[in-house]
């Protein structure tokens, strides 16, 4: 493999991509959505007694939601929110997040702000050194929004 400047890779550092499903501690990029599954996930093993996959999603409602309650309560022949409750008491996201249920038997999950300012100071955004500095030209293309789109548009885009 050729890379720029020479035959060698440029040396290699750990740069964590810049995206807000991910959290950031001590360099380690880890996903929110896996964390929050994994604490779910071990309470309600505790509650109901078997692993359940707490299947955490974003929601509009929090910043995270699981309905996995609703499925287990149905085949423990429980109440879905009794269920939700028992999960919420029992599981461990103290300076994580907060839960509480909500509608029929969901799990809603806010992420506690000091937990995201700690991630937020922990995430350390450099430049990548550059060994010969060059110039790009970058032309920006702009149709028309209020006309039909065809693909005369993009007639400056390829030829630019």
């Known amino acids: 493999m050729s890379f720029a400047g020479g035959s060698t890779p440029p040396a290699s550092r750990e740069v964590a991509p810049i995206d807000p499903r991910f959290a950031y501690i001590d360099g380690i990029v880890m996903d929110l959505e896996v964390l929050l599954s994994e604490r779910l996930g071990a309470a309600f093993a ?11 999603r974003r929601s509009q409602h929090a910043d995270f939601q699981s309905g996995a309650a ?3 309560a149905r085949q423990l022949g429980r109440a879905a929110r009794e269920t939700a409750s028992d999960v919420v008491a029992c ?5 994580i997040a907060t839960a509480q249920v909500s ?20 995430v350390a955004i450099e430049s ?13 293309s702009s149709p028309n929004v209020a ?9 400056s885009t390829v030829l630019g």
């Open 46 to 56: 505790a509650v109901v007694g078997f692993p359940v996959e707490p299947a955490v």
């Open 70 to 72: 609703l499925t287990v």
């Open 91 to 95: 599981a461990d996201l103290a300076g």
């Open 103 to 122: 509608g029929p038997g969901f799990v809603n999950l806010t992420v506690n702000d000091d937990f995201l300012a700690r991630l937020a100071g922990s």
């Open 128 to 140: 990548m050194p550059v060994r010969e500095p060059q110039t790009v030209v970058i032309d920006y």
């Open 147 to 155: 006309k039909e789109m065809h693909v005369g548009h993009i007639r």
